[in-house]
């Protein structure tokens, strides 16, 4: 299967927004990616689609976030989206792969990530509590918040509560 990413452009919007209904079965998501849009941690250079025969078959958005009072070059991973019937393919580990890599080529820092325990490690991140970064949301279990260092000690004399954009907590 050939499978190429590329930067979102306006134009695709109303697709991504039905590829992320389509893939969570509800409109939160969808949702959630508008708002971040309309906020100032929205990283249009980090936010991705993967194509099949040039349709969008997933997305992938990295927005500004802060750790304690540290803010410079960290980023959210969220949300990830990928259709059902492209589902267990290979395409999400795409989207990360490219995502983490566009991210290290600009500079970040590092990523935080709300996730599958057993999906995100495979790309270097683990336990954000090692790390002394802890989540906001009561009830996530430790192994879900996940950080990934994009290089040596980045995280160095960075430690606190992650605080994402009010679009992750608004409804708008």
Do not use: W
């Not at 992938?60 to 976030?65: A, G, H, T, Y």
């Not at 290290?104 to 990530?113: P, W």
């Amino acid at each position: 299967m050939n499978i190429t990413t590329r930067p979102e452009e306006y134009s695709d919007f109303d697709q991504i927004r039905l590829l992320n209904i389509l893939a969570f079965d509800r409109a939160d998501e969808a949702d959630l990616i508008d708002r971040i849009r309309n906020e100032n941690e929205y990283l249009p250079a980090l936010s991705f689609v993967a194509l099949h025969n040039s349709k969008i078959i997933g997305h992938i958005m990295l927005s500004k976030i802060t750790i304690g009072e540290h803010f410079e070059g960290l980023a959210a991973l969220a949300p990830m989206a990928v259709l059902p019937d492209f589902q267990n393919k290979g395409i999400g580990s795409l989207l990360v792969d490219h995502a983490v890599s566009e991210a290290e080529k600009i500079g970040l820092s590092a990523i935080v990530v709300l996730g599958h325990p057993n999906f995100y490690p495979r790309f270097g991140f683990g336990k954000a509590s090692l790390k002394g970064i802890t989540c906001p949301y009561a009830g996530v279990p430790n192994e879900a918040f996940l950080v990934k260092e994009l290089y040596d000690n980045s995280l160095k004399g960075i430690s606190g509560m992650v605080t994402y954009s009010t679009a992750f907590t608004s409804e708008q």
